[in-house]
């Protein structure tokens, strides 16, 4: 059997989920006849119709806010934000009601929404389609935020993101969308859970979503030059898998943490003083970041902004000769 | 668009009864009980501002009666979304004082555990949604639970109440957007000085929605229109817009006293059951606040409780030190 892309695996696990559970619906600007932009909601108009699979109005506020009232009245909707860059002016309905509604209902009511955020750069898309705001999304108490790298974890965090009683932002690697990797399977990956992508004693680097690959391939060429990486994809950014981030820092006692979002206040800041926090004891070298710059995606010179294998293989280098 | 706002209540009763009342004794007589008791709860929460007893207090009673008609002019299973005025409608959506109070002052008792603010209650017994602090995002929640009675083939509808400072948000927009693209079952119902320009009826009408323009003081004018809206949804012709005109504050006064006339007009009250019924009401509060008293405040055993279903890892090792706090 051929493997899938992400696209493909999100698009099956989507309909298998559909089959599973009536509950859900899909809804977005242009998930219907289009199939979704990059084409994750395909076949699905055709295969449950136009009460599960509903084509909404471009505007990210509607959209969150209906997959809001959906998910009160006890449906389980999954909103396509076309680019994760449109996803600011859903943002009230993001934080104030999406994330809240079980705190300040005392559990009353919940908000079992998927919202799904094609997100990063690589494809050309400019400033406006190119954003990676996880950052954001992890400041706000009540969300699960997800970020699969290939189509096997895409495939199996969906299932749990659908399975759960939470709203779920999830985010897809785009530039990754037609990557091959996952076979057809049932697999369900549990939520909050790391993946190790590869072991090594000398340096632990940590990642997640669409810089998985460029850190692998930097992991490979440091192999060759004898530092071997243990390498933590984290699938998972809240809550993330502290107990798979310290065992191995207590292995290797060095750290580069990579993601492609802005480097000030970003997300691995976030793993950087949890290993100062926890990890100081193992610690031989400064944590390294390596991240986009503070600066908007520019649309010419993407492979300067985006961390590159020469950039981790440097870091690593650093880190591991410190 | 030069319409008036419609009205049946005036001083003369039997002009009400000429036109079509869809609220039958029963629903007259709790509407008229609801804003009763409103008003004493309003004057007790006041009270207890005054006393700095509350921090965070907004007066229900100039919105009570667009809130409690609308309320009780719905079906047990359509859905409410209410604005941060609309105490009433909690009320007459079966809201306990006890609950109320607990909540108002974020007592033992308190089924939102003091989270929410004064006045922000919740009940999904009645399905009432607990209001957030931003304006306006309920009419989007409104339109997503009516398409959801859609998808479903249920004949319900989902109403929310606003007043204009939401009107100028985005959730207005998108909301009213979604609700006529879907033909979705839905109410807006939005609560208006009569000052704005242009009037907010007329800009329903740029979205393509049924609206109404009544005044907003006069119980049966509000619930004749949701009652004719909500009829109308059901049967697949989309949604209305309500504008309800609060007008002068001299007519929110006499609100009660309006459907006070109407309802003893019909044989459904007098003197006797309004003195018995004031005097039930005040008992019911001064027991809700006595019972609230001796519980004492809430306590912060749930304060990281139901942000998620399940504690995260975060949350239990802080949850774990927020405990050692308390034993020093």
Known sequence: ?322 | MGRQPLSLLSADPESAESAKVHLDDEQLRALYETLTLTRVVDDTCARLHRDGRVGFFVPSLPAAASSAAAAIALDDDDWLFPSFRDAAAYLARGGRIDDFVAQLLAAAGDPLKGRQLPGHGSLPAGKFVAPSGAAGTQIQHAAGVALAMQLRGEAQVALAIFGPSAVVQGAFHTGLNAAVQHQAPAIFLCRTSGAEAPPIAQRGVGYGLETELVDGTDCLAVANAVAVARTRAVAGGGPTLIEAVAGAAELEQDAAGRLRGFVEHRGLWDAEREEAFVRRCLDRVLDALEAVENAGPMGPESLLDDVWAEQPWMLEEQAARLKEGDDV
């Open chain 1, 1 to 322: 059997m051929s493997e899938l892309t992400i696209a493909q695996a999100v698009n099956h696990a989507l309909r298998a989920e559909m089959f599973r559970d009536d509950r859900i619906v899909v809804l977005g600007d242009e998930v219907g006849a289009l199939g979704g932009l990059f084409g994750v909601t395909e076949g699905l108009l055709e295969e449950f119709g136009d009460r599960r699979v509903i084509d909404t109005l471009a505007a990210e506020g509607g959209l969150v806010g209906t997959a809001v009232g959906l998910a009160l009245y006890g449906l389980r909707p999954v909103a396509e934000i076309q680019f994760a860059d449109f996803v600011w002016s859903g943002f009230e309905q993001l934080v104030s009601e999406m994330a809240t509604l079980r705190y300040r209902s005392a559990g009353q009511y919940t908000c079992p929404v998927v919202l799904r955020v094609p997100y990063g750069a690589g494809v050309g898309g400019g400033m406006y389609q190119s954003q990676s705001p996880e950052a954001h999304f992890c400041q706000i108490p009540g969300i699960t935020v997800v970020a699969p790298a290939d189509g096997t974890d895409a495939a199996g965090l969906l299932r749990s993101a659908l399975r759960g009683e939470d709203p779920v932002v999830f985010m897809e690697p785009k530039r990754l969308y037609r990557e091959g990797r996952a076979s057809m399977s049932d697999e369900v990956v549990p939520l909050g859970s790391a993946r190790v992508r590869r072991e090594g004693a000398d340096v632990t680097l940590v990642t997640y979503g669409s810089t998985v690959p460029v850190t692998l391939e930097a992991a490979q060429l440091a192999s060759a030059r004898g530092i071997q990486a243990d390498v933590l994809d984290l699938r998972t950014l809240v809550p993330f898998d502290i107990a798979a981030l310290l065992r191995s820092i207590a292995k290797t006692g060095r750290a580069v943490l990579v993601s492609e979002a802005p480097r000030s206040g970003g997300y691995v800041a976030e793993l950087a003083a949890t290993l100062a926090e926890r990890g100081i004891m193992h610690l031989e070298a400064p944590v390294e970041r390596v991240t986009g710059f503070d600066t908007p995606v520019p649309y010419a010179h993407e492979d300067k902004y985006l961390p590159d294998v020469g950039r981790i293989t440097a870091a690593i280098e650093r880190v591991a000769n410190f």
